[in-house]
Structures are given as structure tokens and as C-alpha cells.
């Protein structure tokens, strides 16, 4: 009909697929760096502002840490990265030097955190030793991230020599004068702790 003129127009609209970012957690020693690797976009900014692929980070603990990857024409999507860090071994020793007389038992004992190690094969944190000499135990303890050591010495005394005088007869009522010798403190039955 007359005046009633109509025309048409295409346009096409382009969907951009918005980029995968893919970037692996990490597991490091303490004092270690790790170098995070984003992949899956075109350019990447991590949460401190850094543009840097791959990123090189010093954590004290462990720490996540966000990245944003862009294709370039303006889609952008994010992903979280973990860094997990593990503690270099530790060794605590209970005591240092463990006095005990001959004939006694030991119980050396340390604590850390990892497994244990000692030079007489125990891998307990107390070991039971029968030293007739004065020895020294050495110990590891030992993780994935490394080995600490010490040792623990076990001090053998041994044991006094006493000598008491000859064997004395008396008559019933009648009196002696025993008379012991040696190094060291005496102490008789009747709790007498002179000499004679």
C-alpha cells in the first residue's frame, strides 16, 4: 500500500568465551620460594597488582593468592592458588647429659616434628638403653623437608668400693668398733653414716 514502505537489517553478535584460568597449588619447605604459573588467558594480574607469569612468591605460612586472566578484548576470569608450607624439622632433647649408675637403665627422650632416628635403630621419641659405659645416643628427626640432629649422653657412675675392717668376736655384753673404707658417703643398717 501506499506508504507503508519497509526495509531490513542483519547485525551478528560475536559470544567471546570467557578464558579457563588454570594454575596448580603448590608445597614448599619453609624459607623456599614458589613459582606460581598461571595458564589459560592471554595476560594475568595477581591480587598484589604484579603482571609477572610466573609469579614468584616467599610465604612464611601458608597463604592463597588470587590471579585474573585476560583474553585481550575485555572477558576476564579469576582463580584462587594455595601454597602450602611445611615446617623444616625441629629437634627439643628432654636432657642433655643423664647421670645413672652402673647397672641402671636409661630413658634418653627428645621431641620434634617428624620421625625419629636413634643410632640404636629406635624410632620412638624414648629409647631404653643399658650402657655399662659412659655413651653417647645420637638422634635424627627427619620430615620431607629436611633432617635435624642431637644427641643425648648417658653418663655411667660406677658403683663404690667399700672395704670394712676384719671380722670381730666378742663376748655377749661386749662392745666393737667396725671401721669401713672407701670413696664416698657411708651409711650403716642402724643409719649411722660415719666411718666406724
Do not use: H, R
Amino acid at each position: 500500500a501506499i506508504g507503508s514502505c519497509s526495509n531490513t537489517a542483519m547485525a551478528s553478535v560475536d559470544v567471546i568465551a570467557t578464558p579457563t584460568i588454570i594454575v596448580a597449588n603448590q608445597t614448599i619447605c619453609s624459607g623456599n620460594s614458589a613459582n606460581l604459573l598461571a595458564n589459560g588467558a592471554l595476560s594475568y594480574t595477581w591480587d598484589s597488582g604484579s603482571n609477572a607469569n610466573p609469579y614468584n612468591v616467599n610465604p612464611l605460612v601458608s597463604t592463597s593468592y588470587f590471579v585474573t586472566g585476560s583474553n585481550g578484548n575485555g572477558c576476564t576470569s579469576s582463580a584462587q592458588v594455595s601454597v602450602d608450607v611445611l615446617p623444616l624439622p625441629t629437634l627439643n632433647i628432654a636432657v642433655g647429659n643423664i647421670l645413672i649408675c652402673l647397672g641402671d637403665t636409661a630413658n634418653p627422650s627428645v621431641s620434634g616434628n617428624g620421625s625419629y632416628l636413634w643410632s640404636t635403630g629406635g624410632s620412638n621419641s624414648t629409647i631404653t638403653v643399658f650402657p655399662t659405659i659412659t655413651t653417647v645416643y645420637n638422634v635424627s628427626v627427619y620430615n620431607s623437608c629436611g633432617t635435624t640432629e642431637g644427641s643425648v649422653v648417658v653418663v655411667v657412675t660406677t658403683l663404690p668400693t667399700i672395704y670394712v675392717g676384719k671380722d670381730t668376736s666378742i663376748c655377749i655384753g661386749g662392745s666393737a668398733t667396725l671401721t669401713a673404707y672407701g670413696v664416698g658417703l657411708f651409711m650403716w643398717n642402724d643409719g649411722s653414716t660415719s666411718n666406724t
